[in-house]
Structure formats: C-alpha cells, structure tokens
C-alpha cells in the first residue's frame, strides 16, 4: 500500500501476504451466509433429532436412515447449489457425523457461527445496523437470506459500500 492509505490496505496486504486471502467479493460473501443459514437450520435441529433417535420405539432402520434425513440432507442441498467445496472441513464434519454422536459443544459451535451470518448480512445490506460489540445477537430463527433462490441470491449480491464496512470494523 502506499504511504498514508491507511490501516486497512495495510491489513489488507497483510492478510493477502501471511494467509493468502483477500477481501470477499459480494458473492463469496452471500455464497458464505448460504452455508451459515444451512448449517445453523440443522443445528437447531439437532436436539429434537436427537429425541427422535433415542426414542425407544424407533425400529432400527429408521435409525439408521436418520443420518440421510438429518445432516445428509443438508449436505446433499449444498452440493446440488454447488458451494460444497466452500464448507470447511469442520463444518462437513457436523453434517456428515450421524445425529446421535453430535456433542452439544458441536452444535453450539455451529450455532456462534449465527454472529458472522449477521456480521454477513448486514455487509450484503440485508440487515440495517450491526448488533453492538457489548451485546449478544438476537438468536431466533429469522432467515437471514431472503427469497427462496439461493443461487439468485448469490449473484445478484452487492456488498455495502467499502467505506462504511471500514468504518464499521
């Protein structure tokens, strides 16, 4: 960068040099909050799946289907939207691992995941004001994507403006 172009080129630079990542793009941003929305449904799920399986009367092959209907299905619409390669290990992990062996730290992890699809969506312009650093986001159930085509949503994304997302870091 060069001299007095503030903090952010620098760090921007920085980023770029130690970790090889540059700024997202709009649509790498909406295509992130995609899977953020994915994976948080699920995780507000996991519980009552995981009544559904310890039930004492659930035969044995619904109990093995389980996985397919649970993080499977999840996976499988990820991958037909083709933004599979941009879940993280991690996050695969959560959806591949059967509902029964999901820890509770598992699932709370995903579900902090809740404060970057916020974090997300207000860059892309669909919240209009940031939840302050000293308070904690509202977790309800509120679709953070609007409409209901994701792959549309994706490329018609548009960031806010560079300035007021520098302004709000």
Same mark, same amino acid.
């Given at each position: 960068?060069?001299?007095? !172009?503030?903090?952010?080129? +620098?760090?921007?630079?920085?980023?770029?040099?130690? +970790?090889? $990542?540059? *700024?997202?793009?709009?649509?790498?941003?909406?295509? *992130?909050?995609?899977?953020?929305?994915?994976?948080?449904?699920?995780? =507000?799920?996991?519980? @009552?799946?995981?009544? @559904?399986?310890?039930?004492?009367?659930? =035969? %044995?092959?619904?109990?093995?289907?389980?996985? *397919?209907? /649970?993080?499977?299905?999840?996976?499988?619409?990820?991958? #037909? #939207?083709? @933004?599979?390669?941009? &879940?993280? %290990?991690?996050?695969?992990? +959560?959806?591949?691992? %059967?509902?029964? $062996?999901?820890?509770? =730290? =598992?699932?709370?992890?995903?579900?902090?995941?809740?404060?970057?699809?916020? &974090?997300?969506?207000?860059?892309?312009?669909?919240?209009?004001?940031?939840?302050?650093?000293?308070?904690?986001? %509202?977790?309800?159930? /509120?679709?953070?994507?609007?409409?209901?085509?994701?792959?549309? +949503?994706?490329? !018609?994304?548009?960031?806010?403006?560079? $300035?007021?997302?520098?302004?709000? *870091?």
């Amino acid at each position: 960068p060069m001299l007095g !172009s503030g903090p952010s080129a +620098f760090s921007d630079v920085v980023m770029e040099i130690v +970790f090889g $990542k540059k *700024r997202p793009t709009a649509q790498e941003a909406a295509q *992130r909050l995609v899977i953020l929305e994915y994976l948080s449904a699920y995780a =507000q799920t996991v519980p @009552l799946w995981k009544q @559904l399986h310890d039930h004492g009367g659930l =035969q %044995p092959e619904a109990k093995a289907d389980m996985q *397919r209907v /649970t993080g499977g299905l999840f996976a499988e619409e990820l991958q #037909k #939207k083709q @933004l599979w390669e941009d &879940v993280s %290990p991690a996050e695969r992990e +959560f959806l591949e691992c %059967p509902v029964e $062996k999901l820890t509770e =730290q =598992q699932v709370l992890n995903v579900l902090w995941r809740r404060e970057a699809a916020r &974090v997300l969506a207000w860059a892309l312009g669909i919240l209009s004001e940031l939840t302050p650093f000293d308070k904690p986001v %509202p977790h309800d159930n /509120t679709k953070l994507v609007p409409g209901d085509d994701a792959m549309n +949503f994706i490329a !018609s994304a548009r960031l806010r403006d560079e $300035k007021e997302i520098e302004s709000a *870091r």
